[in-house]
């Protein structure tokens, strides 16, 4: 079941409208909170449930590991790296099974010539996205970052919580747990500024994103058939769209959290005003980002064993970040490229220690690192090498069908329009370019005309049609 | 004023529904404007002629930048002419929302071009949204005794593999009008441009079915054989256009402009069934139809200008409705073939 679906709504609403009763029916905050708790984890797994009743079986099993694994750890210190290591495994095993035992089967079967088994499996809902919370969990604990967390439904609701559940963001167990007992409930407050974010999130998803998954689906499913033109605006559109999609999702995910009362960290943060590689990854995809960094760069050794060695892990870091999102060589091809980037970037930076201060050069820098990633992008978008090589190809081709799509420039207006905005307003947040949510106060006329023209322009220009979350796939 | 439960009292509540209420006003204006411009069909109320279902209302304005972008207005009739001659009409186009063209300018339309290409002859356009084949064989008498056109009935279909329930409720007289709101509160809500392309919106979102869903529910027509009794079914449907054409003195013409799809290696496909094709083509044939596939021109066009028939710069490639170049081949197509029927 997918945000954008008006199930969606209708059982968002119905958990909403409970614990608004709950919250009208408990004076005592105590008993309040922990019903509101409950009624939060039942809702995570009937959400799952509703899916496939199977995936709650992993769910459940994910959590009971990582919750005995890290209160065990907090007992015993002999045993806590054993701990560690066979919670982590079990999970990379769950994970591995369910989402890359056909593509390793297939791979090494055509290494060796031979046919080896392969099972029809359907990986269960979010696993990527709980699993990388469930190890981020296990592994803090074992750094003694914080002690392990005694309540098992709170950890069961850590992993399950059905906000961030299918795609992110990846929520920092501290972050999450800290909320669990303080602030955290329904208000009216909180209903005002969450559901301005989904708005904004469905208008950067249903509009922008979906409409531009038409052309970007056209171009990419016949580039033989598009002249260079329009290969090139296929390519930007699909920058374009992958970045409306996730963060539009991300966005809605905040929102809905937001109205039940938690507060996450914005997901995304102008990803195409970034000047270089490594400005890119800390504005993209923020939560897996620093997951990445931080319970895999730094494992590996991080920046801590010579230059060489800091390469070799940015390197295998992004490979395996590459593999995270789908079992697919393209995928590490996309992984190894952005690896590189940060590598080359990297050693640059050690060559050239002058900071680029100057405004042409700044927005050279821009458009270089914008271009850098659309050719990434369409390794990541491509069903296969050939297809990549296709778009490629395509690039050069005079003859074909020129298609000027129009929702490609509104995207550009609106994408140009997002970094615009923040750029006026970067001297406000110490002179760096930062995408801030605009919250109208809706007790005002022109707070909720404001607000109503906006979500009218949604539904008016929204695509009506199946089009999935991409990151949904992952 | 905060919004805050505890401080809340009923006239805070009260203050507040009424904010919401004029914010709803003005908004619904702006969304309006908005709507205005980027699809706006106006009100269609029920043909009393029954040469179609429906008519728009008389010199509708029309604006369309979803599919398309063309700014069109209706003729005194609420059909889709740029103008109207006081002669007689020679060809009567007839057919779905292909012919009646809302997405295209008046200018590029194909009953325009045949106008152009055809000067001795007057061709008057009756092509509106919603009637497919079964409908405009159902109204063709009427049609045809209403305008009396003096040459050639033109209907346009995009279908050639037609359902034989369809074709039976037809030729039983079953078969029911598409549905008008000529009154109540329907038809003003109507005339408020935001309240129709929202509506359509959300009904289709609240349809909108998962993949899964959409598969199951995917029409099995691929599956239909051509066995006799769909011959014959075919063949007594068709009759209904070929005996009313007689019985008015015109040629009937069928204009099959097929979808086409682009495959991986760019090449343009036609979701045609061959067999339903020559069954289609062998009746036309026999019953006196003028038949015009137009898989060829499109093909050609395609491979000479690397056009498509259909599909806009706002949708999706090559698919929806017919566009300025499919309008232009399809016209062209006509004149050709009516040039060469008559010997010119």
């Known amino acids: 079941m997918s945000f954008t679906e008006y199930r969606f709504f209708i059982f968002f609403a119905v958990v909403y409208v409970v614990l608004w009763l709950l919250k009208l029916a408990f004076s005592s905050k105590k008993s309040f909170t922990a019903m509101n708790k409950t009624i939060l984890l039942l809702s995570s797994y009937a959400l799952t449930a509703i899916v496939d009743w199977r995936f709650c079986i992993s769910l459940a099993i994910v959590t009971a590991i990582v919750y005995f694994a890290a209160l065990k750890m907090n007992e015993s210190i002999k045993i806590r790296r054993l701990l560690m290591f066979l919670g982590v495994s079990v999970i990379i095993a769950q994970l591995g099974f369910f989402k890359y035992f056909n593509f390793f089967s ?190 895999l760069y730094i494992s590996l050794g991080g920046n801590r064993k010579g230059k060489l060695r800091t390469y070799i892990n940015l390197l295998l870091t992004m490979l395996i970040g590459g593999l995270w999102h789908g079992a697919n060589f393209t995928f590490i091809v996309w992984g190894g490229i952005n690896g590189l980037g940060l590598i080359i970037h990297k050693l640059f930076r050690s060559l050239n220690k002058k900071k680029t201060e100057s405004p042409v050069t700044k927005t050279i820098s821009c458009v270089l690192c914008f271009c850098f990633a659309t050719i990434t992008w369409v390794f990541f978008r491509a069903e296969s090498f050939a297809n990549a090589a296709d778009m490629f190809i395509g690039l050069t081709q005079h003859e074909g069908i020129r298609q000027i799509y129009t929702w490609s420039f509104v995207a550009v207006i609106f994408a140009l329009a997002e970094i615009i905005f923040a750029f006026l307003k970067k001297n406000d947040n110490g002179g760096k370019i930062s995408a801030e949510y605009i919250t109208l106060d809706l007790t005002k006329i022109s707070g909720l005309t404001l607000f109503f023209i906006f979500a009218g322009i949604t539904v008016l220009f929204a695509y009506i049609g199946n089009t999935a979350f991409i990151y949904g796939n992952f | 004023m905060k919004l805050n439960l505890k401080d809340s009292s009923f006239k805070t509540t009260l203050i507040w529904f009424l904010k919401v209420l004029a914010a709803g006003i003005v908004s619904l204006a702006v969304l309006s404007v908005v709507a205005f411009f980027y699809s706006y069909t106006g009100i269609h109320t029920t043909n009393t002629t029954k040469a179609t279902d429906y008519t728009w209302l008389p010199y509708q304005r029309m604006n369309n930048m979803k599919e398309g972008f063309s700014f069109i207005k209706m003729d005194k009739n609420g059909f889709n002419n740029a103008e109207i001659r006081n002669d007689k009409i020679d060809i009567l186009l007839m057919g779905s929302s292909h012919m009646e063209a809302y997405q295209v300018n008046q200018n590029e339309n194909c009953s325009f071009i045949l106008n152009e290409l055809l000067p001795e002859y007057y061709t008057y356009n009756i092509g509106i949204s919603g009637h497919t084949i079964y409908r405009v064989a159902d109204n063709l008498d009427n049609a045809l005794n209403k305008y009396k056109p003096q040459k050639y009935v033109i209907i346009e279909t995009n279908t050639i593999q037609l359902d034989s329930f369809q074709m039976k409720k037809v030729l039983s007289g079953e078969s029911s009008a598409i549905k008008s709101y000529d009154s109540g509160v329907l038809f003003y809500l109507q005339k408020i441009p935001a309240f129709k392309p929202v509506y359509n919106q959300i009904d289709n979102w609240l349809n909108t079915k998962t993949s899964s869903e959409s598969f199951s529910d995917s029409p099995n027509i691929e599956n239909i054989v051509v066995g006799d009794e769909y011959k014959k079914t075919l063949f007594d449907f068709l009759s209904i256009i070929a005996s009313e054409s007689e019985n008015s003195r015109v040629t009937p013409v069928i204009v099959y402009a097929p979808n086409e799809t682009l495959s991986k290696d760019g090449s343009l496909v036609f979701r045609t069934n061959d067999k339903f094709l020559e069954v289609y083509k062998e009746t036309c044939e026999s019953l006196g139809i003028i038949f015009i596939d137009m898989s060829e021109p499109f093909a050609e066009m395609y491979s000479e200008e690397k056009k498509l028939a259909h599909g806009f710069p706002n949708t999706a490639v090559g698919v929806g409705h017919l566009n300025k170049y499919g309008h232009r081949t399809v016209a062209k197509t006509i004149a050709e073939k009516i040039c060469r029927s008559e010997g010119k």
């Open chain 1, 106 to 295: 297939q791979s090494i079967g055509t290494l060796l010539g031979k046919d080896f088994v392969t099972i029809n499996l359907v990986a269960p809902l979010g696993i990527s996205f709980y699993s990388f919370s469930a190890i981020g969990y296990l592994v803090d604990v074992y750094r003694k970052k914080y002690p392990a967390n005694k309540s098992f439904s709170d950890v069961a609701l850590y992993i399950s919580f059905f906000t961030k559940l299918v795609s992110g963001p990846i929520v920092r167990p501290e972050k999450f747990f800290n909320q669990l007992d303080k602030e955290h409930c329904v208000s009216l407050k909180n209903l005002e500024a969450g559901i301005q974010i989904v708005l904004l999130g469905m208008f950067k998803k249903m509009v922008l994103a979906d409409n531009l998954s038409v052309f970007v689906n056209d171009v990419f499913g016949a580039p033989k058939a598009f002249d260079s033109v329009t290969v090139l605006l296929a390519m930007i559109s699909y920058s374009l769209q992958i970045y409306f999609d996730f963060s539009g999702y991300s966005d809605i995910a905040i929102g809905f959290s937001k109205i039940l009362g938690f507060n996450f960290d914005k997901n995304f943060n102008l990803p195409y005003a970034s000047l270089n590689p490594t400005e890119f990854w800390k504005r993209w995809h923020i939560s897996l980002s620093q997951w990445l960094q931080e319970y």
